[in-house]
């Protein structure tokens, strides 16, 4: 398939493009300098880390979050309005005066959010690419073709359907265990499995585009594994040309301590990362960053907002494991403490597509966060467990994930992941021992939580 048929198939539906703007004809942005009323998308908790940090910026007049969580109404107004409900958001977006629109979660974005607010005149900016830009995640066979003209390291792949099934067979056999199977589309963070022998790989891929995803599946990437350690580098890009890189964090994503169990959407994060070094760094800008942006607008394709690189250190060398085009979770609650600059206009200029010069600071500090998690996820857990010691953490701030209100205000779980509890340290162990001491509050039945976060990270810097 080439590169504009690529292109035509992610335009987003007819049916989905408003039929007149809701806005005042002329209407614009406000100026830069001026107080800005947003509308944050999304209810998990890289959200309310999102929320809190965009509520200590000046330029803030009135923060919305759509839908929210048990906690992001500490830090705004909460709004029952899904992020898939493109129309609703727009009228919203009307009768508040909303500014500026930043999307935390993929789901929208890959729906086409920002293509349908860019055919509406005088609509808000938004935060976040345009439906061909968020193909880099909702088409991991799109990224991977997308990598490969870019000369992106990565690793060696090929793409099958229920026709090449066999095809597919032929090709796992070429590669050593264990087999990375990936399904093309988005999968809730579901998609991805990691086989060790050959023959169950062979079952799995015919399963997988027979449809264990759905239509996620219905074309399969396989990989060929690469062993290494991993860490996150995000990146906040204005579609121009500019950029900024956010501090590096580095996720947990299985269940079980010693990485064990079933994969999660992360258990736990911490930033820095000890060997995110100068030089790996300036190898990971030189050889992935720059050739992203340059690649995403020498092929046409707007994108303003956040991409997620997905790296894995091999030998010393960065190779790219995924791209994800929004912040990671439970990264951004780490990335958020560690950004010292005011968030906000940099998440204006980026919309409007003038970064330039403006600074993104960097504090010096640890920041770890510990996700305390319903007894039983990531398979099957109870909700509505009333939830104690989360008002008034001390040396920590709680984000919430999966919790909710009850009309008399009470806390109970609604979710798998439930709070991230992050904290600041001078070291990497005082910022745990005040993540742990959060997570040892709260409490709620069947609360689970990893007790080795960050440990790999002090062995390779001892």
């Not at 091999?314 to 995924?322: C, D």
């Not at 998440?347 to 504090?363: I, K, S, T, W």
């Not at 806390?411 to 959060?438: F, N, Q």
Request: aromatic share 8%; glycine share 12%.
């Amino acid at each position: 398939m080439s590169i504009q048929q690529n292109l035509n198939t992610l335009r987003y539906p007819v049916s989905n493009q408003p039929e007149k703007s809701p806005f005042n004809a002329g209407e614009t942005m406000t100026e830069q300098s001026e107080k800005l009323n947003v509308l944050l998308l999304g209810s998990g908790g890289r959200e309310c880390a999102l929320a809190w940090k965009m509520s200590l910026s000046p330029r803030l007049e009135k923060l919305f979050i759509a839908p929210g969580n048990g906690g992001t109404g500490a830090y705004g107004e909460n709004v029952n309005i899904s992020p898939l409900d493109f129309k609703a958001i727009a009228d919203f977006a009307a009768d508040k005066g909303i500014d500026m629109i930043v999307v935390g979660n993929e789901d929208p974005l890959v729906a086409g959010i920002y293509d349908y607010f860019e055919a509406i005149e005088g609509a808000p900016v938004i935060v976040g690419p345009s439906k061909a830009g968020a193909a880099l995640e909702g088409s991991k066979d799109f990224a991977k073709q997308f990598m490969v003209r870019h000369s992106i390291p990565t690793a060696r792949y090929q793409s099958f359907t229920a026709e090449t099934v066999e095809e597919g067979c032929k090709f796992l056999e070429t590669l050593q265990a264990p087999y990375v199977l990936k399904a093309d589309g988005l999968a809730a963070g579901k998609g991805v499995l990691i086989i060790d022998s050959l023959d169950e790989a062979k079952a799995s891929l015919r399963e997988m585009l027979g449809g264990m995803f759905g239509k996620s599946s219905a074309t399969v990437v396989i990989e060929e594994f690469l062993k290494g350690i991993e860490c996150s580098v995000f990146v906040l890009t204005d579609g121009n040309g500019g950029y900024r890189i956010l501090p590096v964090a580095k996720d947990y994503k299985r269940i079980g301590e010693g990485d064990t169990g079933p994969n999660t959407g992360g258990m736990g994060a911490v930033s820095p990362v000890v060997f995110a070094d100068k030089e790996f760094m300036r190898k990971v800008e030189e050889r992935i960053i720059l050739p992203t942006v340059n690649g995403l607008i020498a092929e046409g394709i707007t994108y303003r907002g956040f991409i997620f690189l997905g790296l894995i250190e091999v030998n010393g060398e960065p190779m790219v494991i995924e791209y994800n085009v929004r912040m990671g979770d439970p990264e951004t609650e780490v990335v958020m403490l560690r950004i010292a600059s005011d968030l906000l206009p940099l998440l204006e200029a980026a919309a409007r597509g003038n970064l330039g010069n403006m600074p993104l600071e960097e504090d010096p500090r640890y920041a770890t966060t510990v996700m305390v998690v319903s007894g039983g996820y990531p398979g099957s857990y109870s909700k509505g467990e009333d939830i104690t010691g989360a008002d008034d953490p001390v040396g920590a701030i709680l984000f919430h994930a999966g919790t909710k209100r009850n009309p008399d205000g009470t806390l109970i779980t609604s979710g798998g992941r439930v709070i991230a509890c992050s904290a600041y340290g001078k070291d990497i162990d005082e910022a745990l021992a005040a993540s742990y001491r959060a997570a040892d509050t709260v409490s709620f039945d069947g609360k689970y939580m990893r007790r080795d976060i960050g440990q790999d990270l002090k062995k390779l810097a001892e």
